[in-house]
């Protein structure tokens, strides 16, 4: 009986650490210039996608162009948070904001973005279109909009954002965010979480309506609930046995 409960209290974690694999969000970009594309809207018509776990992530690694010129740098970056529709200081819409530069005329780029929960691994959450940079313009800060969905669990994240370029393998350059415009840390929970039919007085004009479920709210899945009432049960008959 004392094996079968230890096993399964170590199986637990697994069991939470697994649903935060089928973490869902959706994502737009564009340039951040761009007055005539309203993010919130346009984010309505883009499919949700799974985030996955990246082990190769090397933040001390930088592409080198052999016989290149051309450099790239993510000059600047930061982070926008919104929608929090229960005032508890958690978030379930985040903008990273970056402006890249190149050392050429101009250059074709996309990232990559990625969210650390705690400390713990980084999971690849998009990735974004193909846009241009040129030289070291400003004009060209471009913007990336996500709603977390579900699986993403109350708590503090960091950003990593990944800079690619199309004519070029690898990471062109990389950089972490771990604060908001604010210098606060970045308190995120997805939209299951942060329930606006709960809470209609805090209506925000930006949410996005999500009107389907997708995978199961909270940081245990189905199989972890249900283990964890039949480890409850199994403890409940060990100590009446015991009496």
Do not use: C
């Amino acid at each position: 009986m004392k094996t079968l409960i230890m096993t399964l209290i170590l199986f637990l974690p697994g069991l939470a650490l697994a649903d935060s694999e089928q973490a869902t969000s959706r994502s737009t970009g564009k340039y951040a210039i761009d007055p005539t594309t309203n993010l919130s809207e346009v984010i309505k018509q883009v499919k949700p996608v799974l985030a996955y776990p990246r082990s190769d992530i090397n933040l001390a690694a930088k592409t080198a162009l052999h016989g290149a010129e051309t450099t790239f740098e993510i000059f600047d970056a930061w982070l926008e948070l919104s929608g929090d529709l229960d005032d508890d200081g958690f978030y379930h819409h985040l903008k990273v904001i970056f402006d890249a530069d190149t050392s050429s005329e101009y250059a074709t780029v996309y990232v990559k973005l990625f969210l650390s929960y705690e400390g713990g691994p980084w999971y690849q959450y998009t990735e974004s279109d193909l846009f241009e940079i040129h030289h070291d313009s400003a004009d060209d800060t471009y913007e990336v909009l996500t709603e977390l969905i579900d699986g993403y669990a109350p708590g503090y994240y960091e950003v990593l954002v990944e800079l690619h370029s199309f004519s070029h393998h690898g990471v062109m350059d990389s950089l972490i965010l771990d604060t908001d415009l604010s210098n606060r840390s970045i308190a995120l929970e997805d939209r299951e979480h942060d329930d606006p039919y709960l809470y209609d007085d805090h209506y925000d004009a930006d949410y996005v309506d999500v009107s389907y479920g997708v995978g199961v709210s909270g940081s245990f899945s189905v199989a972890g609930m249900i283990m964890l009432m039949i480890l409850l049960f199994i403890k409940w008959r060990y100590f009446q046995a015991r009496k």
